[in-house]
T-cell receptor, first 109, second 114 residues
Framework: AQRVTQPEKLLSVFKGAPVELKCNYS??????LFWYVQYSRQRLQLLLR??SRESIKGFTADLNKGETSFHLKKPFAQEEDSAMYYC???????????FGTGTRLQVFP | ETGVTQSPTHLIKTRGQQVTLRCSSQ?????VSWYQQALGQGPQFIFQ???????GRGNFPPRFSGLQFPNYSSELNVNALELDDSALYLC?????????????FGEGSWLTVV
């Protein structure tokens, strides 16, 4: 079964601390994974995708097929990073997405 | 270039009633997907329309139906509303169907069923 698991509902850190939001997936085939972010009072938007292998707003995510993980990392959290983060899997490399339940990141000053 | 717009933003319906939600896709986008997001959950894929044809459906009963119009705008219809249908309904549009396309989401329609 295709599934995305985000084990943490809430992650709280202080400004400047490292952040890792966990994402594990279950998928038969070659997965394509994404991180979406929703800031307060804003719409859901793409943060990054694994095929791009890019860093956006200081965030990176590496696909680990052995551990079936796609954790989102940032070395130094900023207050403006506070948001809801969703990991998502593309179904058969289409634009139909399976989302995890999301992790709320709170960055305290 | 306008983004994805949805209407209405909020509505309240009674169990058993029917509801229609509307979505205007981003300019140039021919693919529209609908998602249901219950409180505390991630969005769940309902179905997708590509050039006016249904192109994939998630695990939702037939009382969830949709349409896409020649201008690529879309409607989501839900019949015989149940209390569990209370959720945020998100519309998303993209240009084409490949996973390389960026998907743009609307702000959603909050549906409360009482």
């Amino acid at each position: 079964a295709q599934r995305v698991t985000q084990p943490e509902k809430l992650l709280s850190v202080f400004k400047g601390a490292p952040v890792e939001l966990k994402c594990n997936y279950s998928y038969s085939g070659s997965p394509e994974l994404f991180w979406y972010v929703q800031y307060s009072r804003q719409r859901l938007q793409l943060l990054l995708r694994h095929i791009s292998r890019e860093s956006i707003k200081g965030f990176t995510a590496d696909l680990n097929k052995g551990e079936t993980s796609f954790h989102l990392k940032k070395p130094f959290a900023q207050e403006e990073d506070s948001a809801m983060y969703y990991c998502a899997l593309s179904v058969h490399n289409t634009d139909k997405l399976i989302f995890g339940t999301g992790t709320r990141l709170q960055v305290f000053p | 270039e306008t983004g994805v717009t949805q209407s209405p933003t909020h509505l309240i319906k009674t169990r058993g009633q029917q509801v229609t939600l509307r979505c205007s896709s981003q300019s140039g986008h021919n693919t529209v997907s609908w998602y249901q997001q219950a409180l505390g959950q991630g969005p769940q894929f309902i179905f997708q329309y590509y050039r006016e044809e249904e192109n994939g459906r998630g695990n939702f009963p037939p009382r969830f139906s949709g349409l896409q119009f020649p201008n690529y705008s879309s409607e989501l219809n839900v019949n015989a509303l149940e209390l569990d249908d209370s959720a945020l309904y998100l519309c998303a549009s993209s240009e084409g169907q490949g996973s390389g396309n960026t998907i743009y989401f609307g702000e959603g329609s909050w549906l409360t069923v009482v």
